[in-house]
């Protein structure tokens, strides 16, 4: 499946422990490269950064997050 903008995703499991139950929204693509923004905070203003698209899954259990 391709990741496009406003997805929900997570990185691949045993990637990285420490992102083991957070959920992003792609916010914009660039090449290989997404912009993510937190989505599962209650944070005003979501912490966002960049990753390599071949590192994440798409994330299909909405009613599980708040968002």
Do not use: C, H, W
Not at 29 to 48: K, V
Not at 49 to 62: G, M, P, R, T
């Amino acid at each position: 499946m391709e990741i496009k903008t406003g997805d929900l995703v997570t990185f691949k499991k045993s990637l990285y422990e420490d992102e083991k139950n957070t959920v992003y929204r792609v916010l914009e693509i660039n090449g290989d490269r997404g912009m993510l923004e937190l989505a599962n905070t209650n944070m005003i203003i979501r912490p966002q950064s960049v990753a390599i698209l071949s590192e994440l899954d798409l994330f299909f259990d909405e009613e599980t997050i708040k968002i």
